[in-house]
Every structure is written in structure tokens, then in C-alpha cells.
């Protein structure tokens, strides 16, 4: 933060626009990290915003599309060390060097410590004055490994954007181990903690705008995105953002008499879209 001469407890303005490159693969759905990616830039308005985000994953961090961000700002260390697999001259993508400028904190496989991490870095502008937007990411049905951690976080009213994935029924690219029904049931339940199941690349970016807004605020709370790895077909349309972020809006609105409303969230979108068609 020091380094980027802004104000530790300025709030930022979060009142940009991701360029659509950022969002599409052809047609196809691009998940949080190419928004990420784009934010880790630390471009114009970007600037302050990726100054002040810190993220961390439990052994997660590249299949849940860290991966850009961590190239861009680094791994946190107390000490300078260099990337082994370039000093062994292994093929990576990835770039492991750490270093006290690092913004990813890389934890091991313990789900308790990402929300005591989550936690602790939540309540940093109370504690020490320096504001901090943490954002961790993690297997959706692995949210119960740290459940006690992150109840008791936001009781405490921490602050931090929880990113899991992949979510719902239809993922299969990690297999049923990594699939859950249960955690949606967490994030209505849970006080203190906004949960949202978008379904396409235009809702997140809504959502995650919204949520480093919503963070920031007196009267907000923690939010959970639950995402998806699944590749969807990405609509070019407008959005009432109010009403995504008021939790739900019309994809096709209701005509005159109509009977039936179909309701769905998250990657089931083309087979409720589908069901539509036939009905």
C-alpha cells in the first residue's frame, strides 16, 4: 500500500468498467480470474483497487484461476526467495517467487486457515488502519472443512469476498469430490454474509463489483460468490444491475397472462432456458 502513495483507509472508486475482452473466450464463459487478471494490471482507475486486495487459497490457488493474478502481484514472503521451478528450469506457467510485495498468501491444505486468514485480514482497518480487500478462493464443498472459522468471522463482521468453485450439479471437470447441494444452504443461512450463484460473465462482473463496494461499506458484510467451471454461452445484452445485485432478474419478462415463471441460478442456465423453449 505504502509504495502506491493512496490513502490506507480512502475507500476507492469502484465505478469502472471491464473491458469485454476480459470476459469472453469466443462466446464462451471466462470465470472470476479474467476479471481478476485484468484488476491485477493495476491500470488507471485499477490502480488503488488492486493496491489493496490480498488474496489466498488452501493449495487451490491455480484451479481456482488465481493463477493470473498471482503472476502479476506476486507471493507474500517475510523474505525474498526464488521461484524453484525456474531455478530447477521446470515448464511453469506459473511464477513462485516471493517476496515481502507479494499479494497472495499461499496456504497448505487447511480450509480452517483460509477463514482465520480471511478473518484476521477482514478486520485490518479496525485493528491496525490500513484497509484490506481479502479475497480467497477454495473447493465449494470443502466451505465445511473451515465452516467454525468462517461462522465466527463474520459474527465478527469481517470483511472479505469468498470465491468458491467450482458449484451446483452439472461441473465435471474435477469430479464428484468437488461438486456440493449443501453450500448454498451456508450462504442463505449464515448472518453477515452475502451469498450469490451467478451464471454468466456479465452478472459477475456486476457482483464483483458490487462486492468490493459492499465490503467497504458501514452497513455491508462479507460476500460469498459461488462460481462455476462450466462453459457457457455468453449473452451481449443490458442488465439492470440493481436487480442482480437485489438477487434476481428477468432473462425473458413475463407477457400479458402469462401463468408460469421459471426460476433458476447459476450454470443450469441452459436447461431451464431450454425447458422455456419447450413450454
Known sequence: IQRYGIDPLSPFN???TFGRQTMFNGNLYRPHHAILAEIGRGQGDLKDLAAHIMTTSPDVTVSTSLGPWVNRRGIFDRHT???????AKLASAQRW?????????????AEQNLFLLLGAAGLAPAMNGARVLPV???????VNRG?????YACYQDARF???STPSGLTLAPEGGQHQS????????????LASFEPAYVDELAILLRHAFDFMQRPDGSAVWLR???????????????DAVIAGAHWVVPPGTGARIALAYQGPVAPEAEAAFEVL
Do not use: C, W
Open 161 to 163: 469476498l469468498l470465491v
Open 147 to 151: 465452516l467454525d472459522a468462517l461462522i
Open 14 to 16: 469502484l465505478l469502472y
Open 81 to 87: 526467495r526464488n521461484d524453484v521451478f525456474r531455478d
Open 227 to 241: 462460481l462455476s467451471t462450466r462453459g457457457l454461452e455468453q449473452k451481449v445484452r443490458a442488465l439492470d444491475a
Open 181 to 192: 447441494v449443501n453450500t448454498p444452504l451456508i450462504g442463505m443461512a449464515a448472518d453477515r
Open 136 to 142: 480467497g478462493t477454495v473447493y465449494d464443498p470443502f
Open 97 to 109: 517467487g516471493m517476496s515481502p510485495k507479494g499479494q497472495h498468501i499461499e496456504l497448505g491444505i
